[in-house]
């Protein structure tokens, strides 16, 4: 099944304790993408890579980092995370020639930072 | 900057009525796509229907279709037979259409829409 996995589903960690959500398809794309959903915000692109080895800063980068050294994996890594970081994460994908920009989704991670 | 607007927070219907989810949207570009997504209790965002700017025929997904008003910048969302399933809250997006190297998307904040038995 083709598919966007992100990993963990849940997670309640404390202020400055580094964490890494991970990020797996399964669909050879080349674009990949993370956005954070937040109540009266929407969701807002954090990081995005166009393919390995190639990443940007979307629009809310602060505190966060990413690798591409896989096509499949984009892992979303927070060094020393804190309260205003606590959000609904989603991972989304997309194949270079799939046209229209229509983007995969993962199932969503849940973050809680105390 | 191109921004979405999505301007009812709530809405509910009966069972197997229709009920229609608005969204405005800003830009200057000419070429672009729009969006509905579903996101049901679950959370996973589900690609519901898309637009390409280009088309002036209305998209159409079984149950799900478009009003699509290219110089109104309006593109609304019709759900016929309504049925339980469809309680979720629904997000329409906007994106260029050369992204260039970011596929982004412009999203609105939301309808929440509620199915009465």
């Known amino acids: 099944e083709a598919q966007v996995t992100q990993n963990p589903r849940y997670l309640i960690t404390v202020t400055g304790k580094k964490l890494t959500v991970t990020c797996s398809q399964n669909?050879?794309?080349?674009?990949m993408s993370w956005y954070r959903q937040d109540p009266g915000l929407g969701l807002r692109q954090i990081y995005y890579?166009?393919?390995?080895?190639?990443?940007d800063k979307g629009d809310v980068p602060e505190g966060y980092k990413v690798s591409r050294k896989e096509k499949r994996n984009f892992p979303l890594i927070l060094e020393s995370p804190s309260p205003n970081q606590t959000s609904l994460y989603f991972c989304?994908?997309?194949?270079?020639?799939?046209?229209?920009?229509?983007?995969?989704f993962g199932a969503g991670s849940r973050l809680t930072v105390l | 900057a191109q921004t979405v607007t999505q301007s009812q927070p709530e809405m509910s219907v009966q069972e197997a009525e229709t009920v229609t989810l608005s969204c405005t949207y800003d830009?200057?570009?000419?070429?672009?796509?729009l969006f509905w997504y579903k996101q049901p209790p679950s959370r996973q965002m589900i690609l519901v229907i898309r637009?390409?700017?280009?088309k002036q025929q209305n998209a159409t997904e079984n149950r799900f279709s478009v009003n699509f008003q290219k110089a109104a910048k309006s593109f609304s969302l019709k759900i016929s037979d309504s049925q339980l399933g469809d309680a979720a809250m629904y997000f329409c997006?906007?994106?260029?259409?050369?992204?260039?190297?970011?596929?982004?998307?412009?999203w609105g904040l939301g309808t929440s829409l509620a199915v009465n038995p």
């Open positions: 989304a994908s997309s194949n270079r020639g799939s046209g229209a920009n229509v983007l995969t």
């Open positions: 669909m050879n794309h080349e674009y």
């Open positions: 890579s166009m393919n390995v080895e190639v990443t």
């Open positions: 830009t200057s570009e000419s070429d672009y796509y």
């Open positions: 637009q390409e700017a280009y």
């Open positions: 997006a906007y994106s260029p259409y050369n992204a260039g190297n970011n596929r982004k998307l412009i």
